[in-house]
Each structure stands twice: as structure tokens, then as C-alpha cells.
């Protein structure tokens, strides 16, 4: 079992920051990426930024861009990856996801794995 556990949203004023964390734990054999998607009310679910293991390359959606920096910590009992949140704007209002796409093991397939989502709002 694949065990994602996200922490760091809340309410800040436009213009404000915040850091989103999101541990993973348990059965992981490696990681390919490190995800953060984000979903609006009435909105599609969006990729907000990308940082892929092998090699640090971070990617991220022309709305942040500028504004939110991906990062990752590798330790022994959990990978944890942060969102690095400035300048917040009222339409970056959204729930957080964070999303991993890792193996259990050696053998088993590249899958997609999920947090729990955390909220965060922007008051203009």
C-alpha cells in the first residue's frame, strides 16, 4: 500500500504564501514524478507543477509559473514533496492534490498514486 499524506493549506490574503507538503510512504519501489494538480469549484482538474525524480526537471502550468516553486526531499522512511506557494491570487483557489507515479515493485506496472486534497483559499 501507497500511503500519500498532504498537510500546509488554509486561508491567506492575495498576495500571501503558503507551503504544501505530501509525504509518501509504504510499498514504493521508485518514483518516475511528483505531481500537484489543483480543482476549482466547476472546474476541471488541472497540473499545477511536475518534478521528475531521476533527474530534478520541474515543470509547472503557465498560471503559476514565476509564483509556485515543486521541491523534493528524499529520506528513508518517506519522499515528501512541497509547494512552494507565493504571491497567491484569489483564483488560485482550489483543493490540492498532490499525485505521485511510482512502482510497488521491480515487476509491478507504473501507476498513478493520490492524496487526500488540501484546501486552499485565497481572499482578495
Known amino acids: 500500500q501507497v500511503q500519500l499524506v498532504e498537510s500546509g493549506g488554509g486561508l491567506v490574503q492575495t498576495g500571501g504564501s503558503l507551503r504544501l507538503s505530501c509525504a509518501a510512504s509504504g510499498s514504493i519501489f521508485s518514483i518516475n514524478a511528483m505531481n500537484w494538480y489543483r480543482q476549482a469549484p466547476g472546474k476541471q482538474r488541472e497540473l499545477v507543477a511536475t518534478i521528475i525524480t531521476r533527474d530534478g526537471r520541474t515543470n509547472y502550468a503557465d498560471s503559476v509559473k514565476g509564483r509556485f516553486t515543486i521541491s523534493r526531499d528524499s529520506a528513508e522512511r518517506a519522499d515528501t514533496v512541497y509547494l512552494q506557494m507565493n504571491s497567491l491570487k484569489f483564483e488560485d483557489t482550489a483543493v490540492y492534490y498532490c499525485?505521485?507515479?511510482?512502482?510497488?515493485?521491480?515487476?509491478?506496472?507504473?501507476?498513478?498514486?493520490w492524496g487526500q486534497g488540501t484546501q486552499v483559499t485565497v481572499s482578495s
Open positions: 499525485q505521485i507515479v511510482a512502482r510497488s515493485s521491480a515487476s509491478a506496472p507504473v501507476l498513478a498514486y
